[in-house]
């Protein structure tokens, strides 16, 4: 009868090890399309990503460099700073998007620009997505807009 027990326990303890792996199994396979992973258009010249990844480009958009073309295709330039990236958009941005302001857009590197399928744009004067500050901050360019400026 101890026996019995002891071998009912362990294929318990078996049984639930096994569902324990196959729902981590069935969770990371319904999120791997999810997981776009965000770089600086410094990261993207120095370390390209391959043609076929998804990924999130964020920064500033670069003054004088936002052109319209041919239907609702626009092309600009995205800067951390350090570097700038041209990015190719084709659809309607957002009411908020404009140069000098932050952005992210997700898309793929095709080797010589970013062709965006997705514009985020802030949604007012304060916001800008943390991943765009984090990067900003690290090249020493951001600065707060509650920021208190030195008094003389």
Do not use: C
Request: overall charge negative; aromatic content about 8%; proline content about 6%.
């Amino acid at each position: 009868m101890r026996g019995l027990k002891k071998t009912r326990r362990i294929q318990v303890l078996i049984l639930a090890a096994v569902a324990l792996a196959l729902a981590t199994g069935i969770i990371g396979y319904a999120m791997r399309d999810g997981i776009s992973f965000f770089r600086s258009p410094a990261q993207v010249l120095a370390e390209p990503p391959s043609p076929n990844e998804v990924f999130r480009l964020g920064g500033l958009v670069e003054e004088g460099t936002l052109s319209r073309g041919q239907g609702e295709t626009v092309t600009f330039s995205v800067t951390d700073g350090a570097a700038s990236v041209p990015v190719a958009y084709t659809g309607i941005l957002p009411d908020l998007f404009e140069e000098g302001q932050g952005m992210v857009g997700q898309g793929r590197w095709t080797g010589e620009h970013f062709e965006a399928i997705e514009i985020l744009a802030k949604h007012d004067e304060s916001y800008m997505p943390k991943e765009v500050i984090d990067a900003l901050e690290e090249q020493g360019v951001y600065k707060a807009p509650n920021a208190a400026s030195p008094s003389n």
